[in-house]
């Protein structure tokens, strides 16, 4: 059965989002789904004629490899609408105009997407219209809470669509599969058998003419609050009956309220760091202070760290180190699980003093297990061996995992208006004590690993 028609609006059409990541998402989606019905309409307040617009969903498209057949009718069918959604009267003409259902997807800064939104309070929308909206869900929990009050107002929540693209990666939905489809796995999850968990982010990436927006958000906001988190709540939340949307979010808001800073203390628990100049993959990277747009008194953190517990039966003492930075040396992107030891190793084998550990690479995809055994030589000398699986490459781009699941109506790969609170409640003590200047901004030269002595859990 082919789906319904439905009309993507996607409000900021002509940004870097929509280029780089939404079309050739949807393009992926496209290419695997290519009887799907999507008539795309974009908006944006530059004038662009319907011709320039079709050029440019066409070579997202190609881009992402979409071939010819399933490409042609929605690259011929797309229409391009002038529209400064902050003018009520453009916004209506716009909505008027629009062959319902509709996803309106917001594209646009958050300052833009909030207001926007006021404003859809007093057009309305078509019954059975979806937001989908990007991150960040406000500026704090205040302002969080505040958005989702103002979203209810426009939607039911249940087509309310906040996007996360880490949902969308099919290495980090294989924390599903990998805990919960085998016998091995799930019976050793827990504080009994896990001494430590490591959910790292590490970027060779640096500002990329960012700074706009990665000068108010920082390294914390960015990827901790958001992506790394979310990560964490898959990786430790108890066992869903099915993959519904609503049994799994709200088993991830379950293990979200939680979470907390390492014995409650946000200023010991986190640090922050800033690159300098430094060399990078054979360029030169400029200190992020001296970046065209950066504000360096704002302190702004290029790399972060926050240390958090679980307060439940299942976590408790587990310490959960959470990592992201830009322009590090290494690319490291991975979640590593550090085993506690064996209770007795038989006397008269020469032990390793290694924790076995599973490493789940994210990008590109392996799960590595390193254990303990006898394996060359001497057979009474233990060594640790790895045992490795690569992981595919993915169906689609995350984008289109996300958009597909948005155009179906099904809020599974999205975050609950709950979780975008939990995620602010998490970090804002840690804010507050970055903001009162109670934890130094270390340095670090673009292209070292950071600073000395990161990753240690505090006592
Ligand atoms: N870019 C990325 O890699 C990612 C972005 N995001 C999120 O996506 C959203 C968009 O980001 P991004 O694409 O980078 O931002 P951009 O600034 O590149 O794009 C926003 C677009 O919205 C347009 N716009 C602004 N105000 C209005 C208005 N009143 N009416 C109509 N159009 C308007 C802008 O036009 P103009 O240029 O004239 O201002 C611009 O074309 C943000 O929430 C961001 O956090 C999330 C993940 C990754
Ligand atoms: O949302 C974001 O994610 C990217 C990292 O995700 P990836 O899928 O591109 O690896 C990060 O670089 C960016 O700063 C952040 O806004």
Known sequence: MPHAPTTLVILGASGDLTRRLLLPGLGTLLSVEPERAVRVVGADRVELSDEDWSTRVGEAFAEAELDEAAAGPVVEETRYVRTDALDEGQLRALLDQVEAPLVLYFALPPSVTVQVCALLER???????????????????????????????????????????????????????????????????????????????????????????????????????????????????????????KEVRSLKAQVLRAVHP????????????????????????????????????????????????????????VPFVLRSGKALGQARKEVVVTFRPPAHVPTGLQDTDANDRLVLELKPGAVVLDLSMNAEGDPFVLEQKELQAQLGKARMLPYGEILGAILDGDPLLTIRGDEAEELWRIVEPVLEAWRDGKVELEEYAAGSDGPEGWGTVPG
């Open 123 to 245: 057009i309305g929308v078509p019954r059975g219209t979806r937001l989908a909206l990007e991150k960040p869900f406000g500026n704090d929990l205040d302002t969080a809470r505040e958005l989702n009050r103002q979203l209810l107002r426009v939607v039911p929540e249940d087509d309310i669509f906040r996007i996360d693209h880490f949902l969308g990666v099919n290495t980090i939905l294989n924390l599903v599969g990998l805990r919960f489809a085998n016998r091995l796995l799930q019976p050793i999850w827990s504080r009994d058998h896990i001494e430590k968990v490591e959910i790292l982010y590490d970027e060779t990436l640096a500002l990329e003419g960012r700074a706009g927006y990665y000068d108010g958000a920082g390294a914390l906001m960015d990827m901790l609050q958001s992506h790394l988190l979310q990560i964490l709540a898959f990786f430790a939340m108890e066992a869903p009956a099915t993959m519904d949307a």
């Open 262 to 317: 390492w014995r409650h203390d946000p200023v010991a628990s986190s640090r922050r760091a800033r690159y300098t100049a430094g060399t990078l993959e054979g360029r030169e990277v400029p200190d992020y202070a001296a970046e065209e747009g950066v504000d360096p008194s704002r302190g702004t953190e290029t790399l972060a760290e926050l240390v958090v517990q679980l307060d439940n039966a299942r976590w408790a003492d």
